[in-house]
């Protein structure tokens, strides 16, 4: 509850409306996925929240951009990075952008290796 109690407190007074968005969809979320990387937005009208560590593919990434660019253009209030080793961050919105292109790169990057791996496989089945 730890990472929890720390995202309430910087966030929930610059949330006039919605505010259970914080204090219990994003409350539970964090409870049912501990230690997860995530992104988190804070606006006027509640809050978005997204576990980074989801993101299992380009496309997905690529969704999921479109999502935070979207709330991103209603001013928000803060965004924030969090995870296990380094908590908290607060990012500007290059910094985010440039949060999902990092993600993106990784996960194609994995894809490569995993596709070297499959044909290295292939080679001994067929040896």
Known sequence: METYNKL??????????????????????????????????TRDLGTTMILLDDCSNTEELNQLEKIVKFYLNENPLKILYYNQQKGFKRLSRKQTEDLFRNYKEREKRKAKIKAIEEDQANEFINY
């Open 8 to 41: 309430h407190e910087m966030t929930y007074k610059l949330i006039k409306h919605h505010r259970t968005d914080l204090t219990v969809h994003d409350k539970k979320t964090i409870q049912n996925n501990p230690n997860k990387p995530f992104l988190h937005i």
